[in-house]
Nanobody
Framework: QVQLVESGGGLVLAGQSLRLSCTISGYTEGNYCMGWFRQTPETGREGVAAIDYEGSTSYADSVQGRFTISKDATKKFLYLEMNSLKPEDSGTYYC??????????????????????WGKGTLVTISS
């Protein structure tokens, strides 16, 4: 079992930045494609960014150039650096993991994979 715990959410003004963290624990042997999804009542759950075990990344068009996904070398932390935030970036952000080696970050954020593990989410609110 893998446990994912998100942190770093909060309330900020439009144009400001936030850094989300996902702490990864449990049985983490093997390779994973990791990602961030966000959910609102209006839009449902959508993929934001993903990174495969080799470090290749993919982003939703709406965040390209503003968000950066990364992970540390120990594979214990996943990050999402969010800059130039907009009100439409508001939502609950979830950390997600799909176990496997030859996985596509693009397919992950497109929702093509069954996610093996989800965190419980962290709320991000962007005020205009």
């Amino acid at each position: 079992q893998v446990q994912l715990v998100e942190s770093g959410g909060g309330l900020v003004l439009a144009g400001q930045s936030l850094r989300l963290s996902c702490t990864i624990s449990g049985y983490t042997e093997g390779n994973y494609c990791m990602g961030w999804f966000r959910q609102t009542p209006e839009t449902g759950r959508e993929g934001v960014a993903a990174i495969d075990y080799e470090g290749s990344t993919s982003y939703a068009d709406s965040v390209q150039g503003r968000f950066t996904i990364s992970k540390d070398a120990t594979k214990k932390f996943l990050y999402l650096e969010m800059n130039s935030l907009k009100p439409e970036d508001s939502g609950t952000y979830y950390c997600a993991a799909v176990r496997g080696t030859w996985l596509s970050p693009q397919l992950m954020i497109s929702g093509k994979y069954n996610v093996d593990y989800w965190g419980k989410g962290t709320l991000v609110t962007i005020s205009s």
